[in-house]
């Protein structure tokens, strides 16, 4: 086992956050020292020679994110910074992981399907009504509807965290249309072939059978039963900040990628054009919001997508996933009920834990939040992307007042959690090891079974000290590797 030099790692403060390579003695875990004994040794002109590969291959083939800042006045699009120092899972760890987002999604699943037919958790006083009939993304337009293969969330991003004892917490649930797939199998890509003799010999999971499975989930879900049912990438085009991701999805499952303006209603049912004319279409994989979804149904300026759509939807001639109305089960409120959803439809206890919420329309949990807002960290309900948050531990005091104004004034539009103290991962930063705060954010494929990516994506909060990892606030990104033994 490598022991790290303290002269190299004097900003590791061991006692405060779980680091992911270094115990708290400053010795190298046991499944990163592959890892540590190849950075640690590797000179810095070499390091920055990769990087520099690293980065000319991401360029070349359009691996971007496109990032919007306050007050910018034109969209920048960039490469997402990517880290070459891997995060390493043990195989036992992840095994009790992935039983754990099998067993939350079966239950996601389960309640969503319930909210849209007999409501039988509110009617039993699990969950509030009001949470339910007056969230922003409950669907009134999906009560009764009978979706295909009774399948919800065909594919989901849930967000870990792992605190300072290494106990790992969900963070978020992200059911509508999570991103990220491209950057997990491109990373592994460039890994493979930049660090081709680590790679080999440290045993890694696959993670490119998931993509067979992803687009077995999709065809499953074909109303027809076709062999090889049509199935078609909704997006919002390339001005998108996640249309890289869209362009290799297509490409890689061999869907066809399309903007509303190339599909068609008629006859209650959906077809694309093409040169030889209208062909149906059975599966439609989403990446725009419900409410631009289809203009009749929903938002009636949407130009994005497809009037008549949500006829074709109910009358059972295509299939959408995910299902519109999902984001009713990944609000930030609702969120903090998953664990007696388990419970109440699996009768089981939950193996991934939530981070302590506390739900502010409850009087004593909005007086809590309000007398300790600088040790919170307070979210917008109805917002991702790390938009509408106050980490109170490093808000001004003027932010602080604002937000209790607006708590005040809407409680139900946020809710407070405790600030974790997230896991740190080495990044590679001018050709030294340094720290930064790190989550994952693992994907679950639903089709006939149940399918968890390998990994999955660990993005990284580029800036030190900052707990903020998403990709539109400027954090990168690193490979995931589970072991295999």
Known sequence: MSTARQSQTPYYDSQSFYDEMFDTDFTVRPHYDPVYRLF???KPADLAARQQALNQRMLEEGITFTLYEPNQQEPLERTIPFDFIPRVIPKHEWEAIERGLRQRVQALNAFLHDVYHEQHIVKDGVIPRRMIVSN???RPEMV????PGGI????SGIDLIRDERGRYFVLEDNLRSPSGFSYLYKGRTMMSELFHDLYLSSSVQDVERSLNVFLSALK???PTGKKDPVIALLSPGPYNSAYFEHTFLAQQMG?????GRDLVYMDHKIYIRSLNGLRQVD?????IDDDFLDPLAFNPTSLLGVPGLMNAYRAGNVAIANAPGTGVADDKAVYAYVPDMIRYYLGEEPILLNVPTYILTRKEDREYALAHLDELVVKETSLSGGYGMLIGPAASPKEIAAFADAIRKTPEKYVAQTTMQLSRAPIMQGGAMVPRHIDLRAFVLKGTESHVIPGGLTRVAMNEGSLVVNSSQGGGVKDTWVLSR
């Open 40 to 42: 640690s040794r590797m």
């Open 136 to 138: 922003t993304y409950f």
């Open 144 to 147: 009764g509807v009978d979706v």
């Open 152 to 155: 919800y969330i065909t594919a």
């Open 220 to 222: 499953s879900l074909s």
């Open 255 to 259: 869907l066809h990628l399309v903007e």
């Open 283 to 287: 599966v439609i994989y989403r990446r």
